[in-house]
C-alpha cells in the first residue's frame, strides 16, 4: 500500500486554551488498540489518573483485533486523563480510546489540544494509521512514541517508511510501564512545540 510522507502540521492557536491555562498544555495520547496509553498515563501522571475501562465483553472482542493482546481482559471507553509538570507547566494527558469505533469522541477530545503522542507497536505498525490520518485531518502538530513489546526489531527507516513519517516528525523509543521513560517522551513532544512555535514566528 502506497502512502504519502506525512509531514508534521504547522501549530495552530486554540481559543480553548487561551487566557485560561497559560501555564498548561492539552496533550492527547493515541494509537491502535493494546499499544498502552493507559499504561503511559497510569505511569506519568503526578495525580491518581482517571480511567474509563471497562471488561471486554464477547460482543466487543468480536468487532475489535485482539490478535496481539489476547490476555487483555479490559478496554478505555472514554478516555484516560492525568497531569504532569514539566518546566513549570503542567501537561493535561488525555488517552484516546484505540479502537476506530470510538472515533466519535476523538473529535471532542480534540478541542484544544496543542500536540499529541502517536504510540505504535512494532508488531502491529498499520495499527497507527488511523490516529496519524485524524491528526493530520485536525492540523494537529505529532510525534511517534516506540513502545517496547519485546517485538520485532525495525530500524528507524523501516518505521518511518512503514508509516509514511517524514523527517521532520519526531521518532523515540520508550518503555510505557516506566515513569522516567513516558516522561522523556512527553519532553520530546514539547520540545517540539516549541520548536514548530518558533518556526512560525520566525517565518
Known sequence: ??????????AQPHPALAGTAADALKIIVVGGFGVGKTTMVRSVSE?????????MSRAGRSLDDTGR?????????????????????????????????????WDRLF???????????TRSLPDAW?????????????????????????SDEQIREALALGPEVPLVEFD???HSSSKFVLIALV????ALALRTKDG
Open 130 to 154: 488511523y490516529a496519524l490520518d485524524r491528526l493530520e485531518h485536525h492540523g494537529t502538530p505529532f510525534i511517534v512514541a516506540v513502545n517496547d513489546f519485546g517485538g520485532p526489531l525495525h
Open 47 to 55: 495525580i491518581r489518573p482517571l480511567h474509563t475501562e471497562e471488561v
Open 176 to 178: 510505557a510501564r516506566d
Open 1 to 10: 500500500m502506497t502512502r504519502v510522507s506525512r509531514a508534521v502540521p504547522q
Open 69 to 105: 493482546a489476547r490476555t487483555k481482559g479490559s478496554t478505555t471507553v472514554a478516555f484516560d486523563f492525568g497531569r504532569i509538570t514539566i518546566d513549570e507547566r503542567s501537561l493535561y494527558l488525555f488517552g484516546a480510546p484505540g479502537q476506530e469505533r470510538f472515533g466519535f469522541l
Open 111 to 121: 478541542e484544544g489540544t496543542l500536540g499529541a503522542v502517536v504510540l505504535v507497536d
Open 191 to 194: 520540545e517540539h512545540l516549541h
